[in-house]
Every structure is written in C-alpha cells, then in structure tokens.
C-alpha cells in the first residue's frame, strides 16, 4: 500500500524557511511524477512543483526563485525547501505521485497519490 508522509511545516515569521519532507513507502520516488501542493482556507488547492523521473522540475510562478522541489533517491524523499515564506503562503502543504502526465500546466487535478498534510503557516 502506498503511504505518503508530510513533515516539516511550522509557523515562521515573514521572511524565514522551511523545509518540507515527504517521505514514501512502498513507493520510489525517484522513479515517479511527484509533486507539492497547497491550500489555503477557503480557497481551491494550487499545485506549487512537479519533479519529473528525469529530475526536471516546474514551480509555479508565485513561488519561482523562493521554493525548490527536490528529492533524495536514497532516503526515497521528496523535499520542498521554501525561503523568503510570505504571509500568502500559508496553508496546508500535500505532497503527491503519479499525475495523469508529468508534463505541461502544473495542476492537482488527477493525481493518483497524496499524504494528509502538514500545515504552514506564516505570520507578518
């Protein structure tokens, strides 16, 4: 059974970082379309970056330059180190396998896999 596990979401000041791990069992990461997602209160669920089996990654625009998708093939985690947190980046941060394609318009729609969350929240 395929288990994905989120850690390392907190609440931080403006400004300061965060790393979030996304640890996977009976799952290899490496050899999967992974991806980081969130969603604020009240609001749709937004994809944040995608690695693809190649380790060419997307990131959404709003976070371009401040978050960075990245895995370790023998820890079998994906991690999104996210630096510069504003205030809009709060919200409960999933991680997620197998999209419909790893390719194109980052979207959560269709992915196959998700954890249950780890929450962040970031204060001004």
């Known amino acids: 059974q395929v288990q994905l596990v989120e850690s390392g979401g907190g609440s931080v000041q403006a400004g300061e970082s965060l790393r979030l791990s996304c640890t996977a069992s009976?799952?290899?990461?490496?050899?999967?379309?992974m991806g980081w997602f969130r969603q604020a209160p009240g609001k749709q669920r937004e994809a944040v970056a995608r690695?693809?089996?190649?380790?060419?990654?997307r990131h959404a625009d709003s976070v371009k330059g401040r978050f960075t998708i990245s895995r370790h093939n023998s820890k079998n985690t994906l991690y999104l180190q996210m630096n510069d947190l504003k205030p809009e980046d709060t919200g409960m941060y999933y991680c997620?396998?197998?999209?419909?394609?790893?390719?194109?318009?980052?979207?959560?729609?269709?992915?196959?896999?998700w954890g249950q969350g780890t929450q962040v929240t970031v204060s001004s």
């Open positions: 690695i693809d089996t190649w380790g060419i990654t």
């Open positions: 009976s799952y290899t990461v490496s050899s999967h379309c």
């Open positions: 997620a396998a197998e999209p419909p394609r790893c390719s194109g318009n980052l979207s959560p729609a269709g992915w196959q896999y």
